[in-house]
């Protein structure tokens, strides 16, 4: 039985392989694969793909978040893998060794899975409304071992490689001190400047290059250890510079309700006929009546910047006919993005939007990479603020987030799948034993079976 490396790495694809030469020599070594994606190409739905080989119709994930029907509440970034349908790729491998052992190193939807070790990140929320570095493990005692988690560069406008440097680093740890039989391992870093800049700025290659070198010793410790390496992605990062806000239609029409407190606008689920969930290049839109589905339908595809509108049939060829779905589900133009911004006035936004708060925005928003850019130098001067009460103990807001302007700076975005394979996801493989030229994601899970030498 081989022991099993699994890097998922975020937005690689094959135009960016060539400015990572240990990543080249891996796949010179085994081989390189064009590597199908689910839609949304997402992380929580392709990753959830590659370890129950289903698509979302099956395994349930069908975006980083969706509208809860039975809670009347948008929840996106869940943690719990019960969240997940399906055998999951460990499951598999304990029915064939019982005794297989697993490590998860910040792959998504950690908290409760049924491995044998978990490192992934967990902010300490406390009383008075401060938030913390830290990252949840289990067991527990391997939180000590561990230091710090950088959480404020894994996401924000702070987002850079020291959070990547950190997951690799404990990676590492894992394969010295716990030698398990499969290590998953999520690293981020191409998210960030590529959603910043776009992948064909030279940031991207930059950050391309700067990548392959942190990962070199992570590499070069599973050689030494006879450790097959599979490196994978989820989805490619593609150039947008058209935010589309379906919510801002759907609210001029009349379908979207929000409710006001303290002179703040908040989107009410409740009582709306039809609002989106905005995921990346993909909005689950939920409509109440089904009288309505036809017109919004209609009204959508109307939308600049909107390419596709899938109802019924259309959701079943993507594997998206699943109860947490939206009744629609829009796929975005090459060039666009959906916001998830329902208020037609900033000042009748609510003060979640200016921060870093991925739990709390009904959608997900890459507006968070940036300080403000309208006024980027206030930002950072309302920062060092806070970062100062944030010592002296005090109660502190990190409103650095621009709003309309955050959303206007964003070049890259993700979602649709791709239209050409140079910019889609690629599987990586130092073993050329089962090499091929494509895998499908729902594939993934067998092949890294096989790879393992416990199933053929």
């Known amino acids: ?16 392989l060539a400015h990572m030469p240990r990543l080249q020599a891996l796949a010179k070594q085994g081989f390189q694969a064009e590597l199908g994606t689910v839609l949304p190409a997402v992380t929580c739905s392709a990753q959830s793909t590659f370890l ?10 069908v975006g980083n978040g969706w509208y809860f029907r039975e809670l009347g509440e948008v929840f996106l970034w869940r ?14 491998a304990r029915r064939l060794k019982p005794d297989y052992t697993v490590a998860n190193v910040c792959w998504w939807y950690a908290m409760g899975a049924r491995v044998d070790w978990t490192i992934t990140p967990r902010p300490i929320y406390r009383a008075d409304g401060r938030k913390e570095p830290d990252c949840y493990t289990y ?36 394969l010295k001190t716990k030698q398990p039989d499969l290590t998953l391992v999520y690293v981020p870093h191409l998210d960030y400047d590529l959603q910043r800049f776009g992948p064909s700025a030279p940031q991207a290659s930059a950050a391309a290059a700067e990548l392959d070198k942190v990962l070199t010793p992570l590499l070069d410790d599973a050689a030494a250890r006879d450790t097959t390496v599979v490196v994978l992605s989820e989805y490619g990062i593609t150039d947008v510079s ?24 908040y989107l009410d689920p ?10 990346h290049q993909v909005a689950h839109v939920y409509v109440r009546d089904q009288a309505d589905v036809a017109a919004v339908a209609k009204l959508c595809a109307a939308l600049p910047g909107v390419d596709q509108v899938l109802e019924g049939p259309d959701k079943a060829r993507y594997g998206l006919d699943h109860e947490r779905a939206g009744d629609l589900v829009l796929v975005a133009e090459p060039d666009s993005w959906f916001t998830y911004y329902y208020w037609l006035d900033d000042a009748r ?3 979640f939007a200016r921060v870093v708060e991925i739990h709390r925005k009904p959608g997900y928003d890459p507006a968070e990479l940036f300080f403000d850019p309208a006024n980027p130098a206030a930002a950072k001067r309302r920062a060092v603020t806070a970062v100062a009460r944030k010592k002296l103990g005090l109660r502190y807001v990190m409103d650095v987030v621009g709003l309309d302007a955050g959303a206007k700076a964003v070049r890259g975005s993700h979602g649709r799948l791709p239209d050409d394979p ?29 790879l393992t030498g416990l199933a053929s």
């Open 52 to 61: 129950t080989g289903a698509l979302p119709n099956e395994h349930g994930i």
């Open 242 to 265: 058209r935010p589309v806000d379906v919510n801002r239609l759907l609210r001029t029409e009349g379908l979207l309700e929000v409710y006001t407190q303290d002179g703040m606008e």
């Open 79 to 92: 943690q719990h893998n019960a969240l997940v349908g399906g055998d999951k790729i460990w499951d598999d």
């Open 139 to 174: 067991p527990p005692s391997l939180h000590d071992e561990l230091p710090p988690f950088p959480l404020f560069t894994y996401w924000g406008p702070g987002a850079g490689m020291p959070s990547s440097q950190w997951i690799a680093d404990a990676a590492r740890h894992m």
């Open 270 to 279: 409740w009582v709306s006929r039809a609002f989106a969930v905005a995921d």
């Open 349 to 351: 936004a609510p003060d």
């Open 422 to 450: 140079d910019d889609g996801p690629v599987f990586l493989c130092s073993d050329p034993a089962l090499g091929r030229k494509e895998i499908a994601a729902t594939e993934v899970k067998a092949l890294l079976l096989e």
């Open 1 to 16: 039985m081989s022991k099993l490396l699994v890097l998922d790495v975020v937005g690689l694809t094959p135009r960016l």
